[in-house]
Nanobody, 120 residues
């Protein structure tokens, strides 16, 4: 089983910055994709940013130029640097990872979520 431990988040004023981090542990052979999603109150979960392998990152249009996703493949970690935060960025942010166990079985898991609140 994979454990995704998230840290960061909290309350910030509009225009401020926050950094989210996520570390994956377990009997992991390799991780293919690490990503961040978010879910606002009453809204569907949406992709924020993703890193797959060594490919360039992908971002939701709403966060391009403001958020940066970074991944450390050796440590199985992913972070999300969020700048110029807006009230509409308020949501629960979830870390996501997919890959393979040493057994060869594929996994796809979520973190428990971090609350990010941006006040106006």
């Amino acid at each position: 089983q994979v454990q995704l431990v998230e840290s960061g988040g909290g309350l910030v004023q509009a225009g401020g910055s926050l950094r989210l981090s996520c570390a994956a542990s377990g009997t992991i052979r390799s991780i293919n994709t690490m990503a961040w999603y978010r879910q606002g109150l009453g809204k569907q979960r949406e992709l924020v940013a993703t890193r797959t392998g060594d490919r360039n990152p992908n971002y939701a249009d709403s966060v391009k130029g403001r958020f940066t996703i970074s991944r450390d493949n050796a440590k199985n970690t992913v972070s999300l640097e969020m700048n110029s935060l807006k009230p509409e960025d308020t949501a629960v942010y979830y870390c996501y990872a997919s890959g393979w166990y040493y057994s060869g079985t594929y996994f796809s898991d979520w973190g428990q979520g971090l609350q990010v609140t941006v006040s106006s």
